[in-house]
């Protein structure tokens, strides 16, 4: 049986680019990702416009809502995704990669398409990673790591 790899997305309101991710991830890699994700200062729900963006590529976000990074209490994560652009506390358990992706909150429709379709490029190179690495088994030395 494979070990899912438990990843968390970050970002500031986790509201967006976090939600957007962890979605993504749920919909294209539940076979080899555990995702969660949070958010630095959390916002009180998630925006329309990402919800609407999201159901554009048929991922449905039902369930998901906005946390902050504590209550995830101790939790350790094999990969910590940081889309914040901000330094995380220093408490985050992981190994953290950081994704460059600009923050659409507020801006039009188009940005949040535009901002959806490259975390979504990401969040598939992270899966492809995550198949390969699986698929050695293991006691395979690893063939790769988590791609950007």
Do not use: H
């Not at 890699?29 to 729900?45: H, K």
């Not at 923050?103 to 990401?122: H, K, N, S, T, W």
């Amino acid at each position: 049986m494979r070990r899912k790899k438990s990843v968390l997305f970050v970002c500031i309101g986790n509201a967006c680019r976090s939600q957007m991710a962890e979605g993504f991830a749920r919909a294209y890699g539940s076979d080899v990702i555990e995702p969660a994700s949070a958010g630095l200062a959390p916002a009180f729900s998630i925006p329309l416009p990402t919800l609407k963006a999201m159901e554009e590529k048929n991922v449905l976000l039902d369930g998901q809502f906005p946390k902050q990074l504590d209550a995830l209490g101790t939790a350790e994560f094999d990969l910590v995704v940081n889309l914040s652009g901000r330094k995380l506390p220093s408490g985050v358990a992981g190994a953290v990669e950081e994704w460059e992706v600009r923050d659409p909150i507020g801006e039009e429709e188009a940005v949040y398409r535009a901002v959806r379709d490259q975390i979504e490029g990401l969040v598939m190179r992270l899966v492809l990673a995550a198949r390969v690495e699986c698929d050695a088994g293991p006691d395979a030395p690893p063939r790769r790591k988590f791609l950007r």
